[in-house]
């Protein structure tokens, strides 16, 4: 038997089907992962997506990283900058995130603005004396102390956390391994005190001293402020 196509009186139904693009997620650098959806953390991938479609991806910072910026194909959340979306899928694609080590603010200055000057150093970084600097995530800035004539340091204080090395009297303090944001340091400065000695040559008498705003002494040694 022979058939002819198309056969009389029969139906066909044609199908198509939509495209699907190659769309690339990758980390520019170091510093984190990136994944779609809830798949698995990577620094870099592909996934199918349908003509029209829509793909959401999540930066992952590594510990003292965050975003510092995604290509410019995607859309940011503007409540999470570690979400981002590609929209309308029509051609391949290729999506980035960049990361970025984290910046700490630390203020300095010195204590009721007496008796000398701070300046900070961050690792890495140059000499400061406007009473800020940014310190990277994990690294330290040593401060240090320069008292004016006649005066020598007092006391060193951090808040939150505490010097390395340093501190106490020195002219120098260091914060390592800085992780937090809004370090607060100050140095206090005093004045200076010398030691007077006093006797009577050949004790036939006694003598006493009084220092200004001190108290009288006949003990033969008094501390008399610069």
Do not use: C, M, Q
Request: net charge negative.
């Amino acid at each position: 038997t022979s058939s002819t196509f198309p056969e009389e009186n029969a139906e066909y139904t044609a199908r198509w089907d939509l495209n699907s693009y190659l769309v690339t997620y990758t980390v520019d650098g170091a510093g984190g992962k990136i994944k779609v959806g809830s798949g698995t953390s990577t620094t870099n991938g592909t996934i199918p997506v349908t003509h029209g479609g829509n793909v959401t991806f999540t930066a992952e910072p590594d510990t003292g990283y965050e975003v510092d910026s995604w290509s410019s194909n995607v859309t940011v959340s503007t409540s999470d900058n570690k979400k981002a979306t590609l929209s309308n899928v029509t051609e391949a694609k290729t999506v980035t995130v960049k990361f970025k080590k984290k910046v700490y603010n630390v203020t300095f200055s010195v204590e009721n603005s007496v008796g000398g000057t701070i300046k900070a150093r961050p690792e890495g970084g140059s000499e400061n004396t406007t009473g800020s600097v940014s310190v990277e995530h994990g690294k330290k800035v040593t401060f240090t102390a320069a008292p004016n004539t006649g005066y020598e340091v007092e006391s060193w204080t951090v808040s939150p956390g505490s010097f390395e090395s340093g501190g106490g009297t020195s002219t120098t303090a260091t914060l390592s391994g800085v992780t937090t944001n809004e370090i607060d340091v100050k140095v206090k400065f005093k004045l200076k005190k010398h030691a007077v000695t006093f006797s009577v040559d050949g004790g036939n008498g006694t003598l006493k001293a009084k220092p200004e705003g001190g108290s009288e002494n006949t003990t033969g040694s008094v501390s008399v402020e610069h």
